[in-house]
């Protein structure tokens, strides 16, 4: 596609559900991230995908997070038990290979919000 | 470790005047330096990026940035403000020489442009 997509755009889950947030990059980008932005804070890493494997995870905060990219296309962050410290706005980006020169387009976010 | 630090959470300025939002950062290695824009409800997007030519970068939308070694800064500027211009901005460093291949963000300055 054009551009990142993100879907849903918001989402609101009870405490202790499970949600799946799913990114769709652009088309041929090899890399993908994942970021949490929280009320008043820049975006943290979470991870990034370079293929299909996870190259780098050590931004997940615990073992409550998950993330895939089976095809090296489409990426689903998942989160089992959500807590209300959760809420927060995950962002996706890709960009065209994991490199000094490249550049990462961001999607909109998927806005989680647990109560 | 990378990190980068926003001097300013939030900088107000009058339609027509000059935009200076002030950034530090540390970084092990010769790193890449971006700014980000992010408007209410939007997704990030990249203004400028800073990958070891040019000292000063130009970005779109009439921003630039000067990479300054010696001060460890790159600090963005824009000769006018306009109302378009109220947003989040986000000063991002990446280490592609470190074992992250991943985007450090600061906290972000809010700009508001007064009438």
């Known amino acids: 596609g054009a551009g990142v997509s993100q879907t849903p755009s918001n989402k609101v889950t009870e405490k202790g559900k499970y949600v799946e947030l799913r990114c769709d990059p652009i088309?041929?980008?090899?890399?993908l991230y994942w970021y949490r932005q929280s009320l008043g804070q820049g975006p943290e890493f979470l991870i990034y995908?370079?293929?299909?494997?996870?190259?780098?995870d050590s931004g997940l905060p615990n073992d409550r997070f998950f993330a895939v990219r089976p095809e090296g296309s489409v990426s689903t962050l998942k989160i089992q038990r959500t807590e209300r410290g959760d809420s927060a706005v995950y962002l996706c980006?890709?960009?065209?290979?994991?490199?000094?020169?490249?550049?990462?387009?961001f999607g909109s976010g998927t806005r989680l919000t647990v109560v | 470790a990378q990190s980068v630090t926003q001097l300013d959470s939030h900088v107000s300025v009058s339609e027509g005047t000059p935009v200076l939002l002030r950034c530090n950062y540390s970084?092990?290695?010769?790193?890449?330096l971006f700014w980000y824009v992010q408007h209410p409800n939007k997704g990030l997007q990249l203004l400028l990026k800073?990958?070891?030519?040019?000292?000063l970068v130009k970005g779109i939308n009439g921003f630039e940035a000067e990479f300054k070694k010696s001060e460890t800064s790159f600090h963005l500027t824009k000769p006018s403000a306009h109302m378009s211009d109220a947003a989040e901005y986000f000063c991002?460093?990446?280490?592609?020489?470190?074992?992250?291949?991943?985007?450090?963000f600061g906290k972000g300055t809010k700009l508001s442009v007064k009438p």
């Open positions: 995908f370079q293929g299909t494997g996870a190259a780098d």
């Open positions: 970084s092990s290695y010769s790193p890449s």
């Open positions: 980006a890709s960009s065209l290979m994991w490199g000094k020169e490249s550049g990462y387009t």
């Open positions: 800073y990958t070891s030519a040019a000292t």
């Open positions: 991002v460093v990446s280490d592609y020489g470190g074992s992250q291949g991943n985007l450090i």
């Open positions: 088309s041929g980008h090899t890399a």
